[in-house]
């Protein structure tokens, strides 16, 4: 499973500052585009989210193309959250109601801005491979030493370790089973070996995710709904960042994008590219998508 990329992608050069007529030693506000935007964006992205990851890059080469600096920052949602109620974030594109972030929307919620739902046919899911011999949830207890007695996790601060901790292993009778907790890329990495062991496993996922067309997968049955239903990804902004950018709040207000579109992009990204240079990726899927994308900027 190839590595992702933490590191921030996108940097203001020295000549774009002094385009802008600012710098940093000057300490002044960012300068605005004719549209009358700010021109610096931060967009911060949860790790390991790759639906996020993919919807940021691609605003990221859309935004650039209509003049804006645009820097992703990869963080958890608990320093994303906090970063946007402060001010350290403009935007996140990632945020899943009304389950996966209720908390922290009931901490940060009165701080930050919905801009608006781009996509409401979103679930979290608990996943094991296609030919395991369980088919619901309701089995997993009984059968948890087929399954080596654990379940694969991703981060400790996501809203899915929260919502199977404190719903799904209670809910289920799933208390004996080892938890593991650690990030979506080292669950990546044990559903990889797994696979290729021809080995039973369980892990948290959630839809949409490239990883159900990369391997043998099905999601276990919920009959009692401790995964919730489904939820919407939601784009928010820090207070006032639509009135510093009024027509960068306006696209993301307006945009959508279908599961269809949503999985064509991640596949090319994270299945058939083993790179973390996304760039020309991004502007191939672009001229591919020419005419739905110029929709979003209109």
Not at 220 to 226: M, Q, W
Request: some cysteine.
């Amino acid at each position: 499973m190839k590595k992702r990329t933490l590191s921030l992608l996108a940097v203001g050069s020295i000549s774009a500052l002094a385009l802008t007529g600012c710098s940093a030693a000057s300490g002044g506000a960012s300068a605005t585009l004719e549209n009358g935007d700010q021109r610096d964006i931060t967009i911060a992205v949860f790790n390991g989210w790759d639906e996020g990851i993919a919807v940021s890059l691609l605003w990221e080469t859309i935004l650039e193309d209509e003049g804006y600096e645009v820097e992703l920052e990869y963080a958890d949602p608990a320093p994303v959250f906090s970063g946007l109620a402060s001010g350290d974030y403009d935007v996140n594109m990632d945020v899943w109601l009304p389950t996966t972030h209720e908390a922290y929307l009931d901490k940060y919620g009165d701080d930050i801005v919905e801009l608006g739902v781009w996509n409401s046919e979103a679930r979290n899911t608990i996943a094991v491979n296609a030919d395991a011999p369980i088919d619901s949830l309701t089995e997993l207890a009984d059968n948890a030493d087929l399954f080596g007695n654990r379940i694969v996790g991703i981060e400790p601060g996501a809203g899915l370790t929260a919502l199977t901790e404190d719903a799904v292993i209670p809910g289920y009778g799933l208390e004996d089973m080892e938890y593991l907790t650690s990030s979506t890329a080292a669950m990546l990495t044990e559903l990889t070996a797994a696979t290729k062991a021809g080995e039973n496993i369980v892990v948290t996922l959630w839809e949409p995710h490239w990883a159900y067309g990369a391997f043998p997968l099905k999601n276990l049955e919920d009959p009692e709904g401790a995964l919730g239903e489904a939820e919407s990804m939601t784009s928010y902004a820090r207070d006032g960042l639509k009135e510093a950018a009024p027509q960068l709040t306006k696209w993301l207000s307006e945009f959508e994008m279908d599961l269809e579109k949503l999985y064509s992009l991640e596949t090319l990204l994270f299945v058939d590219n083993d790179t973390d240079d996304y760039g020309p990726l991004i502007e191939g899927w672009i001229a591919e998508n020419q005419d739905w994308v110029d929709t979003l900027t209109d």
